[in-house]
């Protein structure tokens, strides 16, 4: 069994930052990649941003480049989501994911088998 617990969501005013983390239990190997997601009231759940194994390779959705950055820690099997310049269109509840497996579609829920219980972002004009 995997846990995934995120913290770090919140309310915060546009052009603040959050940071987001999550904390993978309940294995003793890295995951192959790690990734956030979020899902607004009424929306189909988006990629955010994802990084591989090793932390080098990351890769993000188009509108938070540069305002976003993903991290992780393979001692602690914790992935982190430092969000910058915040906008009130990225309110939404914000998911972390895991698998312990690669498979080239980092952008696709279906590649993502563990789940966490997501934290709410709000960020207010």
């Known amino acids: 069994q995997v846990q995934l617990v995120e913290s770090g969501g919140g309310l915060v005013q546009a052009g603040g930052s959050l940071r987001l983390s999550c904390a993978a239990s309940?294995?003793?190997?890295?995951?192959?990649?790690m990734g956030w997601f979020r899902q607004a009231p009424g929306e189909e759940r988006e990629f955010v941003a994802a990084v591989r194994g090793s932390g080098i390779s990351t890769y993000y959705v188009d509108s938070v480049k540069g305002r976003f950055t993903i991290s992780r820690d393979n001692a602690k099997n914790t992935v982190y989501l430092q969000m910058n310049s915040l906008k009130p269109e990225d309110t939404a509840a914000y998911y972390c994911?895991?698998?312990?497996?690669?498979?080239?579609?980092?952008?696709?829920?279906?590649?993502?088998?563990?789940w966490g219980q997501g934290t709410q972002v709000t960020v207010s004009s």
């Open positions: 994911a895991a698998s312990i497996s690669y498979s080239g579609r980092y952008y696709s829920t279906e590649s993502y088998p563990y």
């Open positions: 309940g294995r003793t190997f890295s995951m192959a990649i």
